[in-house]
């Protein structure tokens, strides 16, 4: 059996799978997943990171829904507009002339 995600149709019997920039369009043929939050380590290799006590047993980190409950995330400190805006705009001047390709 075929899972469908939301943005996928069924036509016929062939499952028509598209990106939600173009649904429908039958261009897209595959699906590209990057991980942009950096390597992806193994359980055993997390663990010989994870800092221990003093009688060598680990320290279970605190999760982002404690840091948050208990006010502990450090303030906000976005890059000045300037930066901002010089970026955004240099990725639309290139994405815009590919969209069609890229959908």
């Known amino acids: 059996d075929t899972i469908l995600p939301s943005s996928s149709a069924q036509h016929g019997t062939k499952p028509i ?37 003093p009688n060598n047993n680990p320290i279970r980190p605190k999760t982002i829904a404690e840091i948050t409950a208990m006010n502990e995330l450090p303030p906000c400190k976005p890059p000045p507009r300037i930066v901002s805006r010089v970026f955004g705009n240099a990725l639309l001047y290139f994405l815009r002339p590919n969209i069609a390709s890229i959908c």
């Open 17 to 53: 799978h598209s990106s939600l920039g173009a649904p429908g369009s039958g261009r897209v043929k595959g699906l590209a997943l990057f991980n942009s939050a950096g390597r992806i380590e193994t359980a055993e290799e997390i663990n010989n990171k994870m800092p221990v006590d």
